[in-house]
């Protein structure tokens, strides 16, 4: 009676097989299972980073992003620097050539204002001087009288009438040697004289000597302004 061979049993038998007859080795029988060794236990899974990890890592990257964007602003800011640096210079520049301009209009101004009030004050001082003391007129007088070489032929004084007054009475001594001849002239303003002769005129009148001597300060002022 053949015996039944269990399922627990068929895991050992092995398969028979023919030897072959040249001599070679015959085929490996089949492993049995004792014979086969156990498979290597999977990897284990990657471990997960922890939240300190993870902060670590976030705040490595701030801190590299903002020290990149620091030094990217530092040097576009230095750029933006340089140029806004080179337009206030320019600025600054043109804004003391116009305040030296304006500084430099403003003392001529401040220097011709300050020469017309001088002229205003000289004149109004003279006026009053002459008016005061006429005899101030006497030494224009001489100064005319001298300026004329003593060949002149036929010398003419002109004076206001009352000029010719006090040249009469503090000059006689000194016209009583001279060929002169005194003519009054009542339109001539009192301070001044001219001296005509057949070759020269000397126009010491007080407005003429008031014109030269505004004309050498630049100016152009009338002693009746």
Not at 29 to 37: D, F, H, K, W, Y
Not at 82 to 87: K, M, N, P, S, T
């Amino acid at each position: 009676m053949s015996k039944i061979i269990s399922k627990e049993d068929s895991n050992t038998f092995q398969r028979w097989q023919l030897v072959p007859l040249d001599g070679e080795q015959s085929p490996p029988a089949l492993r049995s299972p004792e014979n086969i060794p156990p498979e290597p236990p999977p990897p284990p899974p990657p471990a997960l980073p922890t939240a300190e990890e993870i902060e670590a890592v976030r705040r490595q990257a701030r801190d590299e992003g903002f020290a990149a964007g620091r030094d990217e602003g530092y040097a576009a800011g230095y750029a933006e620097g340089q140029v806004r640096a080179g337009e206030e210079a320019a600025q600054l520049a043109a804004l003391m050539t116009s305040y030296d301009r304006a500084l430099g209009t403003l003392e001529q101004e401040l220097a011709d204002e300050m020469l017309r009030l001088a002229l205003d004050m000289a004149k109004q001082v003279l006026r009053e001087g002459l008016r005061v003391k006429p005899e101030a007129m006497l030494p224009v007088v001489r100064e005319a009288i001298g300026e004329l070489v003593q060949t002149t032929r036929h010398p003419v004084l002109v004076l206001h009438p009352d000029d010719a007054a006090l040249v009469r009475r503090h000059l006689a001594s000194e016209l009583a040697t001279l060929p002169w001849k005194l003519m009054e002239d009542g339109q001539m303003t009192r301070g001044g004289c001219r001296v005509e002769s057949e070759s020269v005129e000397i126009d010491a009148t007080l407005e003429n000597r008031w014109k030269r001597l505004t004309e050498a300060f630049g100016r152009h002022d009338n002693w009746e302004g």
